[in-house]
């Protein structure tokens, strides 16, 4: 890291659905940005980037109210569809990226704890270009969706995967490591899982995730298991090897099948 100047802090943020949720969590994600900027650990070039995911409410005005509101802290970008979380925390990164020196990506809902941002940048201070933001438990999770997750994070683990147990979409990353994510030549690229592989330091900082105070996820059960399915297909060889053992399994039956009939036709004669 540089020791002669302070550096660019963009906070990538998108927004799906979420005309209720952006009037409180702006100004959090602003004040934030005075603060660090007036304790002089942010250059005042930083700036909080909204990013419309192609909503369907009233989003999209009232982000633009917001950069009314705060024009020399707000950016907003607005994507012409729906493309799913991942693709737009990777168009925000990639936007801010050409301005930014360091990149913190939170959802909007402010579940996950801002003032985590603290510890990462004294990680980063510290040479780390990649700071994960991870939940020390999730009690507070219902007890089946409890059981889904561990399931998950245990599965990707064992098939191969360097996924960061119980990370969330809350993390710091400098202009390095986006550049060489956005190289990333995956079909269906999972930040979960292709962030760890990247070859930076990196850190981790754990916080308590909060409850919502307005507005609905857009997630649901269907979308998880297609989440879910999709990152082990592409980031474990979990199906290779189901399909390696259910091959095998099918050539055994076959074989004791074979036999067993040739016992059978010898017993007759």
Known sequence: MENNRTETLYIVSPCYNEEEMLPKSAPVFVSTLDRLIC??????????????????????????????????????????????????????????????????????????????????????????????????????????????????????????SKIIPHSSEFRLMTKNAVVQLLAADKKNLFLHAEIPLLDLPQGKVYYARKARVAGKSSYNYVKLIRLAASAMKEYTFFFETVGLVTAVSGVLVAVLLDRCEKRGRADKG
Do not use: H, W
Not at 46 to 61: C, F, Q, Y
Not at 106 to 111: E, N, S, V, Y
Not at 115 to 141: K, N, Q, T, W, Y
């Open 39 to 160: 304790s002089e650990r942010i250059s005042p070039e930083s700036r909080v980037l909204l990013v419309d995911d192609g909503s369907t409410d009233a989003t999209r005005e009232t982000m633009k109210r917001i950069r009314e509101e705060y024009p020399d802290r707000v950016e907003t970008l607005f994507l012409k569809y729906n493309s799913g979380e991942f693709r737009a925390f990777l168009a925000g990164m990639k936007a801010a990226a050409a301005k930014a020196d360091v990149i913190v990506t939170i959802d909007c809902d402010l579940q996950d704890d801002i003032e985590a941002i603290d510890e990462m940048l004294e990680l980063r201070v510290g040479g780390d270009e990649i700071v994960f933001g991870c939940r020390p438990s999730r009690d507070s999770d219902r007890p089946f969706y409890r059981f889904c997750a561990g399931s998950f994070y245990f599965l990707m683990r064992a098939f191969g």
